[in-house]
């Protein structure tokens, strides 16, 4: 699916990262929520590739990833599938997909990472964490009771004020993320349903390729 990428006039972007292993409906409030709260003008999922950090028993293939996502946000007209990690050689590493998007988007953009506050948690261990959170600002989003101590510690190591760092990484309580993509996994390798927690279209593709058996 193309983005609808032009640096005619500066925009807000939300970029949705994620494996989504499979995506289902907390990432799709997740991102909905996000372009009501922070005013976006579209979010774009990127499912990873080749996750530098991952080595997962259950991880469907990169291209079953990415349908399934562009089949769950197909009928959002401000959400948009961009498969540049998956088509991308080697690792996948949000630096290059952050400099990616601000050259698509132009330079007035503003871009906001939006992704699992677990996996923010873990960016002083990705490949150049400063200049990410110089190109971005960052959303992440919590399950509810998420213990958000650690985000502090976080804020407080990046950056150099309570108030540049209030301003780069914001979290965002989602009920809706008391799913997850884990315990989808589990329900499938057993034999449960999991309608409702994914769409419908994402279930039957997941159902028609037998994935995560
Ligand atoms: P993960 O460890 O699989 O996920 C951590 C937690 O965050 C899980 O609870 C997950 O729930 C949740 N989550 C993941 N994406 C989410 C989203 N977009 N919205 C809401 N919750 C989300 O993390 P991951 O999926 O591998 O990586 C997340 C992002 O960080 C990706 O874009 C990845 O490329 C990036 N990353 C970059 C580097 C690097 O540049 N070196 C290293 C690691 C990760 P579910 O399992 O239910 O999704």
Do not use: C
Request: charged residues 25%; hydrophobic residues 40%; without cysteine.
């Amino acid at each position: 699916m193309i983005i609808n990428a032009s640096n005619d006039e500066p925009k807000k972007i939300g970029i949705m990262g994620g494996t989504f292993n499979p995506v289902h409906h907390g990432h799709l409030v997740t991102a909905q929520e996000a372009l009501d709260q922070f005013g976006l003008d579209e979010v774009i999922f990127i499912p990873t590739g080749d996750p530098p950090h991952k080595i997962e028993d259950l991880l469907a293939h990169a291209e079953d990833r990415y349908l399934m996502t562009v089949i769950a946000t197909s009928s959002n007209s401000s959400f948009f599938v961009y498969r540049v990690e998956i088509d991308r050689k080697g690792k996948s590493y949000t630096i290059d997909t952050v400099k990616e998007l601000r050259k698509l988007f132009g330079s007035g953009s503003e871009l906001y990472f939006i992704t699992g506050a677990d996996a923010i948690l873990e960016i002083l261990t990705w490949k150049n964490t400063r200049e990410i959170v110089t190109l971005a600002k960052f959303i992440a989003a919590t399950r509810p009771g998420y213990d958000l101590s650690k985000i502090k510690e976080l804020k407080t190591t990046l950056f150099d004020s309570e108030d540049e760092a209030d301003r780069r990484i914001f979290i965002m309580e989602i009920p809706a993320l008391a799913i997850s993509s884990t315990d989808i996994r589990q329900r499938i390798k057993i034999g449960r349903p999991v309608n409702y927690l994914v769409p419908e279209g994402v279930n039957n593709y997941i159902l028609k390729h037998g994935l995560y058996k």
